[in-house]
């Protein structure tokens, strides 16, 4: 069994899975107000992607398949790059 700090990779996607699901209801509303598009999609779902990935991943490093899940956490990193451009450009 695949573990990270001593604690299985299906209990790291279970906590990932349950913060994607929090990110979709917290989210910089308040700053999305006038925007539209890119920025909009990033500030409203970026954050709660990027845990789903990382869940993802979590789960598919649960089952063996290391290497499917490091491509499935790579594309964690421009989900959250959009995420943090889309909340400094527009903050």
Partial sequence: MIKLLGV???V???L???LSVVWIFVWPE???VG???F?????RWGHSLTWLFLGAAAATAGFGAAV??????LLALPC???FVYATVTIG
Avoid: E, M, N, S
């Fill in 35 to 37: 925007t539209d598009g």
């Fill in 39 to 43: 920025l909009w999609f990033a500030l």
């Fill in 68 to 73: 499917a899940a490091q491509r499935i956490a």
């Fill in 16 to 18: 990932c899975l349950v």
């Fill in 12 to 14: 790291w996607a279970a």
């Fill in 8 to 10: 299985p990779a299906f």
């Fill in 80 to 82: 959250y790059a959009a």
């Fill in 30 to 32: 308040g700053k999305a």
